[in-house]
């Protein structure tokens, strides 16, 4: 990355079943609505997913998870 930034990826509780993300903090804030901006990603830090065995639906589905970036 640049200016020698790191940005980490950390999936808890990953496995064959578990492959479907429940919540998400980036740097340390729950990441409500589900997407981040390549500034952010630019930053640099830590991306951390809580993973789980069946899709978490209501993660990212309200209207304003739509229209918030």
Do not use: D
């Not at 993300?21 to 340390?28: C, D, F, K, M």
């Not at 993973?51 to 309200?62: C, D, I, T, V, Y």
């Amino acid at each position: 990355m640049p200016r020698g930034k790191q940005f980490t990826i950390i999936a808890c509780h990953c496995s064959t079943k578990n492959q479907y993300i429940q919540r998400a903090w980036l740097n340390g804030e729950v990441l409500h609505p589900p997407f981040s901006t390549h500034q952010q990603l630019m930053e640099g830090g830590t991306l951390l997913l809580e993973m789980g065995p069946l899709p978490e639906k209501r993660w990212g589905a309200s209207i304003h998870a739509l229209c918030c970036w």
